[in-house]
């Protein structure tokens, strides 16, 4: 099966399929997946959310035997408002991956439901970039494009990759193989090959856990300014607070499954039109020390520690 009919194959769980997605693709080698998106003016009446996940539970696992089974999400009910960036953070295991992939539609519902309110595409960055060896950057970029029109060398999706390695400041390296670039070189290409599609919503699963504190802070700066820039909307998985109070509106704490509070961000909101470009003036700031510990007060309130 090509990777064009797989694509098309991929699309939000409005009215659920009990397909396993995961017999579809095992494991995402791309960091883009294309959905095709429903628009019920009904549900979404007076909000402005990109997306609503309603009494959604994922189980995974053994059979008939209810002892096996693993509920990784847990009738959990999230609106995610358009234009916003939301943090999803909580212990090991409590399901944030898994609720990331139902948004994605990458994951099917045991039951519930999660919508998808607006046309549009989405991008998924992973924690490894998953660049294609044989193709040079500026290919790897392209690609998502051509996958959408089936066209190799359309120059439109040639000069969209150049922009947008241009936007993550990698215009020197356009010509390169993926094995000539350092570790946060291969990020911000995986980053430009999300933006290349003008997603309106950007999906990162602890994307930069694997680089050093320098490099992370510096990729988190480059996503606020390209979020700047065209409002997208945002769902990130992280386990590092700082990391989630310097880049989020809002943090959604999980636990078990289960939402166990959803905190506004007053850090990034008092921030958010303002031109702070440095996260490490945000970090000195008595606001997000503040807010630090009301988020760790939660995350332990929730694991019961
Ligand atoms: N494909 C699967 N099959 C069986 N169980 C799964 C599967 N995917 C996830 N789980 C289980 O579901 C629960 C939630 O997993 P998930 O990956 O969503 O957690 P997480 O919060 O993202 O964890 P981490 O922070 O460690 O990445 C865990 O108990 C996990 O073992």
Known sequence: MSWETRFRLLRTSDSIESSRRDDILPTPPLSTVVLKSTSNPETNAGTENAVTVRHATVEFGGGRRSRDRVKAIDNVDIPIRAGERLALVGQSGCGK????RVVA???SLTSGQCEHHNPGSTSFVFQQPALLPWRRVIRNVQLPLELQSGNHNAVSARDAATAALKEVELSDATRRFPY?????????VS???ALVTRPDLLLLDEPFAALD???RTQLG?????????HRFTVVMVTHNISEAIALSDRICVMHDGRISSVLENPVTQSQRDASVER??????TP???EFYGVVSDQLREAAGT
Do not use: C
């Open 97 to 100: 991956t898994t609720l990331l």
């Open 191 to 193: 980053i430009a090959r």
């Open 105 to 107: 539609g990458l994951q």
């Open 180 to 188: 000539q670039l350092s570790g946060g070189m291969k990020m911000r």
């Open 287 to 289: 606001e997000f020390a």
């Open 213 to 215: 504190d320098l490099l």
């Open 279 to 284: 996260s490490e003036d945000v970090r000195r």
């Open 221 to 229: 700066e480059l996503v606020t300014r390209l979020w700047r820039a």
